[in-house]
Structure formats: structure tokens, C-alpha cells
């Protein structure tokens, strides 16, 4: 049971780094749509546009390696599997 | 043969004269969706940038005469969108904008004092009445004005008219207008720096 909390505990913080690093290293807050810049061709305005991506920040992180952290301590409650 | 001419000469001034220094009208609610105002307030961990593009209004200008420039533009609090869905979720509750409560922001120009002038373009300091969260405090704010003549069928070929651009950037106090006054004032700035980015239709 240890060893199983452990590993799971490892999963879902390389899971969560993985997310967070691949996802663009977003130093904000996490987002769910992203604004793209337009230029409207006959005004000349600039405007944005709202695209639907999952765009994790340091809120997703932390809350990540926060529960990794729960997992490795609540792996230390079961005794140590005899290998 | 006098009489003719004499009243063909009636018709034409009676035709023409309200049109020279009438101001035309231009409707703000683009079904393009270019319209659009950008909000941005300094936070801890990131600025909170947002945009709302509900806008809707009518503004009455003259290009020969912008000083004549008066109007009303209304922002739907309900467009305001930031990436976040929880900031947004907050942003659109009780304390910060209550949009069940409070729909719409509303811009009324009262009087123009234009400034410099390049081609069709010139500055102005629109001065009129800001109401947000029921609120309504008069500011002046300055404006870039862009008549294009003719280019509505640029934006939409079967019609014929003018467009009228308008840009402007100015800073707002939240407290100014209760939007959760004094409260938070240590994760969200007290100014909102808006930058509107606006295109009304004249259409014949």
C-alpha cells in the first residue's frame, strides 16, 4: 500500500509538471480560454477573440505537487511492504 | 421658363440644406463582434486582463463640426470575460460588477473639445457621463475620432454608408464606482485601465 501511494504520488507530480511545462510555463493563474489578437482589415481596430484551451498555471501546479505531497504522507501510515 | 428654374432651385435647397452640418448617426452594435473594450487591473501574481464586447449605442457626429459630437454607448456587464472561469465567476457576482443587478455600463456624451486634426482622423476630450454599478460620475476622457466615408460596404457589401472608428484609453478608480470599494485593494489595483476599440455604421 505504501510503495502503491508513493508511486501514485510520483505519477501525478511528473503529470503535473509535465502538464504545466508543456502546457507554456504559465506563470499566471490557470485559464480555460486564451485571448488571440485580430486586426479587422477595413477599421483597423484590434480586438480579441477568446479560443477555448486549457492553459494550466501555478495554481495547477501547486495544487498538483500539493496532492503528490498528501499521497507520500499518507503512504507513510501503512508499514513498509515486506519485499 | 423663370419658374423652373426658380423651383427646381426650392426643391434642391429644400433637399440639401438639412443635410449640410447635420450630424450623422452611427449605430455601435457591430454584428462583426470587432467592437470591444479591454479592461486590465495590476494583481499580485498577474495583471487581470479581460475584454467585454457587448457594446450597443448610437453616437451623433459631424465630421465638419466634431465638436458637436454627443452619443451614448452601453456595454452589457454581462460580456465581461477574463480567462479564469472562478475570476470571472467573481468578477460577474454581488461584490465586484453584479451584473444580475447592474447589466449594463453607460457612457453619455455631453460635449467634445476636438483637438489636433491629420486627414480624417482627429483627437478629441469627450466629456460625458460614466455610469457603472448604478453610479454615474462625469469625466472627461480623450478620444481618437476616424471617419471613413463611404468604406461601410468594405464591412458589408450590400450597403452603402460611412463608419465612424473611435479609440480611446483612460484609467478608472473601482472605488469611484463601489466595485467592491476598499475591499482587496492588496490582490486587485484600485485603477482599471480601459481601452475601448469602437466602430459605429452610417448606413444610407
Redesign the interface.
Known amino acids: 500500500m505504501r510503495m502503491g501511494l508513493h508511486l501514485s504520488a510520483l505519477g501525478v507530480a511528473l503529470l503535473t509538471l509535465a502538464l504545466w511545462f508543456f502546457g507554456g510555463m504559465n ?9 488571440v489578437d485580430k486586426v ?1 482589415a ?7 477573440e ?1 479560443e477555448h484551451r486549457f ?1 494550466p ?2 495554481d495547477f501546479l501547486g495544487a498538483g505537487l500539493i496532492l503528490a505531497a498528501v499521497l507520500v504522507g499518507a503512504g507513510f501510515l501503512f508499514p513498509r511492504g515486506k519485499s | 421658363m423663370k419658374n423652373i428654374v426658380l423651383q427646381n432651385l426650392v426643391f434642391l435647397l429644400a433637399t440639401t440644406v438639412p443635410l449640410w452640418g447635420a450630424p450623422q448617426s452611427f449605430d455601435f452594435k457591430d454584428p462583426k463582434g470587432v467592437n470591444n473594450v479591454v479592461f486590465k487591473l495590476d494583481a499580485p501574481l498577474e495583471s487581470i486582463n479581460g475584454t467585454a464586447s457587448g457594446i450597443s449605442g448610437t453616437v451623433h457626429y459631424d465630421p465638419a463640426a466634431p465638436a458637436s459630437l454627443k452619443g451614448r454607448i452601453v456595454l452589457a456587464t454581462a460580456s465581461l470575460h477574463v480567462g479564469n472561469p472562478t475570476m470571472k465567476e467573481h468578477m460577474h457576482g454581488k461584490d465586484w460588477m453584479d451584473v444580475a443587478q447592474h447589466p449594463e455600463i453607460v457612457f453619455e456624451a455631453i460635449s467634445a473639445r476636438p483637438g489636433a486634426a491629420a486627414g480624417d482622423t482627429v483627437t478629441a476630450d469627450v466629456t460625458g457621463k460614466l455610469t457603472v454599478k448604478g453610479l454615474t460620475k462625469e469625466m472627461t476622457i480623450p478620444v481618437k475620432l476616424t471617419y471613413l466615408k463611404d468604406r461601410l460596404k468594405d464591412r458589408f457589401p450590400q450597403k452603402q454608408g460611412d463608419l465612424l472608428v473611435i479609440r480611446s484609453t483612460f484609467k478608472i478608480k473601482r472605488s469611484d464606482f463601489g466595485i467592491n470599494a476598499g475591499k482587496a485593494e492588496d490582490k486587485v489595483a484600485d485603477e482599471i485601465e480601459l481601452n475601448l476599440s469602437l466602430a459605429g455604421m452610417a448606413p444610407r
Open positions: 506563470t499566471g493563474w490557470t485559464k480555460t480560454s486564451v485571448p479587422d477595413v477599421t483597423g481596430l484590434t480586438y480579441q477568446w492553459l498555471g501555478l
